[in-house]
């Protein structure tokens, strides 16, 4: 699905940017041009990034820690 049709930027690409190392929304702008000219689709890709990030923290944390919370 597209997020930004200025910069034709959709919300895999921007996922993509984010399991390639982006950790914030603005990592993210700067990385594919989301939201970098009128700006109306600031609110939805900030809702992307904050999903995708949403998702991969307990994936982090189970490889960070496996035994731990395997157990717990
Ligand atoms: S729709 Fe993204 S900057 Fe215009």
Redesign the pocket.
Known sequence: MY?????G?TDGQIREAIYEGCCSYREVRQAT??????????CL?KEVVRDTLAQMRPAQAAISFPVEFTAA
Request: aromatic share 0%.
């Open positions: 997020v930004c049709l200025c910069q930027v041009g989301v939201a970098s000219q009128c700006g109306k689709c600031a890709a």
